[in-house]
C-alpha cells in the first residue's frame, strides 16, 4: 500500500532573475515499509521537493503551483494550514541533515523530547519515562543521563540520534531523511543508516531518503529517483539501476563514484554545470554535459519511456526506433 503518492508537483521561487522551476513535475511514490531514495546534485531540487512534501516551502517567494501530494489518500495540498500542523510530526516527520541546527540549544534533550510527545499524548507525569524509551530504541546508552544533557555537551553522533527519537516519537507514517548523514564520520554514519533501517523494519515506516551518495543508496534504499534541474530523469529498483543505467546523467553520477579496487591518478567528475532554473533550456536539461548529444536532444524534452515494468529513464535514446544506434 502507498502511504506517500507525489503526482506532477510544481514549485517555483520568485527571485530577481525571475522564477526559479525548482520542482518541476514529479511524480514519484513510496509504500509502507519501503525506502525510496532521492539523489541528485546539489540544486537539482531534492530538498525542495521535500518541502514541498510538507508544505514548508519558503513563502511567500516560493509557492506549489500544481500537482497533488497523497498521503493515505488525502490530499495535503487541499488541507488548511492549521490541518497540515496536525500532519507535520504526527503522520510525517523529517530528520536534518544538521542536528546542531535541529535541538534548542538552551534546552535539554528531554526537554526537546517530552515536548514532542507532548503534542501527541497529551501533559502526564508518565511523559519523562516515555522519553526515555524513545531514547532506547535509538540505541541511546544512558538515556536517564542523556535526557539532562543540553545539545553542546554531545557528538554530532548522539545529537543526530536525539533528533531521529524527536522525528520519531509520534510514530509517524513517513520520515523523511535529508542527508541526515552529512555531518557525521563514516564509522558513526553506517550505525545511524543500520538504526534507522531496524526501526523502519519493526515499525513499517515508509522512507523517502534524500542524499547524493550513492553508496548510501545501495544501502538504505529499495528503489531510487535520480532527479536533474527539477526533474526526475530516471526511477527504478536500485539492484536494476545500479546493474542498467539508463539516463546519461545516472551513468555519469555512477561513473563518478571512485572504485575502491581500482588505482586512480584523478577522481572522475561530470564536465560543465546544471542550467540555471531561472533560464531552462528548451530541450535535454542534460543535453550539454552529456556525450550522446544529438539536435533532437536540444530541441525537445525526452518523453519518459520504460526500461522494464518498474524502471524508467527521460532519454530520447531509449525511444525504439533511435535503441539501436
Known amino acids: 500500500m502507498s502511504v506517500l503518492v507525489v503526482r506532477d508537483l510544481h514549485t517555483e521561487l520568485h527571485t530577481r532573475w ?57 490530499d495535503l495540498l487541499l488541507k488548511t494550514e492549521r490541518e497540515m500542523r496536525k500532519v507535520r510530526g504526527r503522520r510525517i516527520s523529517m530528520i536534518l541533515q544538521d542536528p546542531q541546527t535541529s535541538l534548542n540549544p538552551v534546552f535539554t534533550a528531554g526537554a526537546q523530547l517530552v515536548e514532542a510527545m507532548r503534542l501527541q499524548h497529551g501533559r502526564g507525569p508518565t511523559l519523562w519515562g516515555k522519553a526515555e524509551a524513545a531514547l532506547r530504541r535509538v540505541r541511546v546508552a544512558a538515556p536517564e543521563q542523556r535526557m539532562r544533557d543540553y545539545p553542546h555537551q554531545m557528538s554530532g553522533g548522539m545529537k543526530q540520534r536525539i533528533v531521529g527519537a524527536i522525528s520519531l516519537a509520534r510514530e509517524p507514517r513517513l520520515l523523511i531523511a535529508d542527508e541526515p548523514t552529512t555531518a557525521l564520520d563514516a564509522t558513526i554514519q553506517l550505525q545511524y543508516l543500520m538504526l534507522l533501517k531496524d526501526v523502519q523494519v519493526r515499525t513499517k515506516l515508509a522512507m523517502l531518503f534524500i542524499t547524493h551518495d550513492f553508496g548510501i543508496v545501495a544501502r538504505m534504499c529499495d528503489r531510487v529517483a535520480v532527479m536533474y534541474a527539477g526533474r526526475i530523469v530516471e526511477s527504478g529498483p536500485v539492484r536494476e539501476i545500479f546493474r542498467n543505467p539508463r539516463h546519461p546523467y545516472t551513468e555519469a553520477l555512477m561513473a563518478s563514484v571512485p572504485k575502491m579496487d581500482t588505482a586512480v591518478a584523478r577522481l572522475p567528475s561530470i564536465d560543465g554545470q546544471p542550467p540555471a532554473l531561472h533560464r531552462l533550456p528548451v530541450g535535454c536539461r542534460f543535453a550539454e554535459r552529456c556525450r550522446y548529444t544529438e539536435d533532437l536532444c536540444r530541441r525537445e524534452y525526452p518523453p519518459t519511456l520504460a526500461v522494464s515494468a518498474a524502471h524508467d529513464a527521460a532519454c530520447w535514446r531509449l525511444e525504439p526506433s533511435r535503441s539501436s544506434r
Do not use: C, N, Q, Y
Open 18 to 74: 525571475g522564477v526559479v522551476r525548482a520542482v518541476d513535475g514529479v511524480t514519484f511514490s513510496v509504500d509502507e515499509g519501503e525506502t525510496l531514495g532521492i539523489v541528485g546534485e546539489s540544486g537539482s531540487g531534492k530538498t525542495m521537493t521535500a518541502l514541498s512534501v510538507l508544505r514548508l516551502v519558503p513563502e511567500p517567494a516560493a509557492r506549489i503551483v500544481k500537482g497533488e501530494v497523497l498521503l493515505e489518500g488525502e
